[in-house]
């Protein structure tokens, strides 16, 4: 079975600084790793995704994730917060091995806030 | 190119009575996806459709909800009668083909509330 964790359920960093929101996942094969955004009382946006190739992904706003197989994980990354930045990310996986949408788990979500 | 839009955004329903909310999703899209997140919870997947077909529904809670996507376009989910346990925000979710490194789109949520 597929799962993703996000190890924090709340992030806080000061406006300027970098920010990392962690994610690590277990699946059978090979993953397809996401990162959506939701911001308040707003629906999830795609920021990036990591499919193949260079394990460093480059996505919306300025956010890149890493993609590092050893260790399972797909942590989220950004070098300067800003305030707007504040929000609730979520990871998701999916297997390769499955084309549906039930395979496509999502990690409990983080809140991350930036603060002035 | 307008996203995936979902009506109503917002809903609050007494207990036992009928929601139905409904999804258009991004033109050209074949696939449309429902999720919910509930009382703060993880994100689940509910079920699948490709054009007017449930190709996956093994997320749906239980019979009292009812998804249809006629004519392969909109689809609506209704949730018939509605149980306090039903409260939080439903996504829907469209996606050009079934590839498996293909993006998901959400759109805003419909967030509902059962009193």
């Known amino acids: 079975a597929q799962s993703v964790a996000q190890p924090e359920d709340q992030v806080n960093v000061a406006e300027g600084n970098p920010l990392t929101v962690k994610c690590t996942y277990s699946?059978?094969?090979?993953?397809?790793l996401f990162w959506y955004v939701q911001y308040p009382n707003r629906g999830l946006q795609f920021l990036l995704k990591y499919i193949t190739g260079d394990n460093l992904v480059k996505g919306s706003y300025g956010f890149e994730a890493e993609f590092n197989k050893s260790q399972t994980s797909f942590h989220l990354k950004k070098p300067s917060a800003l305030v707007s930045d504040s929000a609730l990310y979520f990871c998701?996986?999916?297997?390769?091995?499955?084309?549906?949408?039930?395979?496509?788990?999502f990690g409990p979500g983080t809140r991350l806030s930036v603060l002035p | 190119e307008a996203g995936v839009t979902q009506f109503p955004s917002h809903s609050v329903i007494e207990k036992g009575q009928t929601v139905t909310l409904r999804c258009d999703p991004i033109?050209?899209?074949?696939?449309l996806y429902w999720y919910r997140r509930v009382m703060g919870k993880e994100i689940k997947f509910l079920l699948h459709f490709v054009k007017e077909s449930k190709q996956d529904e093994s997320g749906m809670p239980n019979n009292r909800f009812l998804a249809e996507r006629t004519g392969g376009t909109y689809s609506t989910l209704k949730v018939q009668p509605a149980e306090l346990e039903d409260s939080g925000v439903y996504f829907c979710?469209?996606?050009?083909?079934?590839?498996?490194?293909?993006?998901?789109?959400f759109g805003e949520g419909s967030w509902l509330t059962v009193v």
């Open positions: 979710a469209s996606s050009q083909a079934t590839l498996k490194g293909n993006t998901i789109y």
């Open positions: 998701a996986v999916r297997d390769r091995r499955d084309n549906y949408g039930q395979n496509f788990v």
């Open positions: 699946v059978s094969g090979n993953p397809y």
């Open positions: 033109s050209g899209h074949d696939n």
